[in-house]
């Protein structure tokens, strides 16, 4: 019997996508508001396709852009590093569906929560800031734990934080390995949602596959 259901945050309840273009305004507004047109929209696309969905190490990602634009004077990537992973949360996306899911898993009495991978600080705040925190029962931000998916034990740990056992516990999210593989390792159920950087990699025939998170309710 499942008693929970559990979900990844970025590509899953926020469109990470579309947060990284808001992200992307306020950079360059701050950083470089003399870079206009062309150039402006090259240097996004160069941000885009280095970034890789938000799987980098950040500091080295900002080292890789200074490089590449040639860019004379710039922060310190430490700096860039740190605007990224305190201000991310600003610009959150959240799916038109996700509010209204939540609420009617609430409704049917499902436990309810969110594990996700990143720095404290950065996943944190997103969550904070995504208007998603009261529907919460946990929060298991890797970087409080020091254990990332897909170790099963980050997910063994959100499941002993609301007293279920994993077995009776559903996992949404978008990543092929770190989301589904590490979900199934843990002995949870999974969907896996069909969006963003990974879209279409990897899909098992094994696991329920959704484009819009309304279609949780199908599942569950």
């Excluded at 080292?63 to 860039?80: F, H, Q, R, V």
Aim: with cysteine.
């Amino acid at each position: 019997m499942i008693k929970a259901v559990l979900f990844d945050f970025d590509e899953t309840l926020q469109d990470r996508t579309e947060a990284f273009e808001h992200y992307m305004d306020n950079f360059f507004k701050l950083y470089l508001p003399e870079i206009k047109g062309e150039e402006l929209e090259k240097r996004r696309e160069d941000m885009r396709v280095t970034g890789k969905g938000g799987y980098v190490n950040r500091v080295e990602w900002y080292t890789l852009l200074i490089n590449m634009w040639g860019w004379k004077n710039s922060p310190p990537a430490e700096e860039l590093a740190h605007h990224y992973d305190y201000t991310f949360g600003n610009c959150n996306v959240i799916f038109p569906n996700s509010e209204p899911l939540l609420k009617e898993l609430k409704r049917r009495g499902y436990i309810l929560g969110v594990i996700t991978n990143g720095p404290s600080v950065l996943q944190n705040h997103k969550m904070q800031q995504s208007g998603l925190m009261p529907y919460m029962d946990v929060l298991v931000v890797s970087g409080d734990y020091g254990v990332h998916k897909p170790d099963p034990q980050l997910f063994r740990i959100a499941a002993e934080k609301i007293g279920v056992k994993c077995e009776e516990c559903v996992y949404v999210g978008d990543h092929p390995v770190n989301d589904i593989q590490g979900a199934l390792a843990s002995g949870m159920k999974a969907i896996r949602m069909n969006f963003g950087w990974f879209k279409d990699v990897d899909l098992r025939p094994d696991v329920p596959v959704i484009e819009d998170i309304i279609d949780v309710l199908k599942y569950i």
